[in-house]
């Protein structure tokens, strides 16, 4: 049975920073590309970026671009996003989600996806 289990979520203040880890168990991280998604109360899932299985490439919306990072470790079959700057915008439920191709996490249709862990940023 194929789990994403996030980690790290919890409260932050504006200006500071959180780091999340998703970590697979199940199957092989190496094989899929990794992307974080939230959604906000009311409001629709948001894609927020995603990094290539071998990390080569990655991509990040324009919000949350310069002050999020992608990176994983593969031999921990594990995903990182580490947020800086942050805003209380960024107050969301954070998903992330595993998928064989790039292009099914931007189409928000990934193999698999996490239970979700709760960020709220306080000012």
């Known amino acids: 049975q194929v789990q994403l289990l996030e980690s790290g979520g919890g409260l932050g203040q504006a200006g500071g920073s959180l780091s999340l880890s998703c970590t697979a168990s199940?199957?092989?991280?190496?094989?899929?590309?990794g992307g974080w998604f939230r959604q906000a109360p009311g409001k629709e899932l948001e894609f927020l970026g995603r990094?290539?299985?071998?990390?080569?490439?990655?991509y990040y919306r324009d919000s949350v671009k310069c002050r999020f990072t992608l990176s994983r470790d593969n031999a921990k079959n594990t995903v990182y996003l580490q947020m800086h700057s942050l805003k209380p915008g960024d107050t969301a439920v954070y998903y992330c989600a595993a998928a064989r191709s790039s292009s099914a996490l931007a189409s928000q249709s990934p193999d698999y996806w996490g239970r979700g862990t709760q960020v709220t940023v306080s000012s």
């Open positions: 990094i290539s299985w071998i990390a080569s490439s990655t």
């Open positions: 199940g199957l092989t991280f190496r094989d899929y590309a």
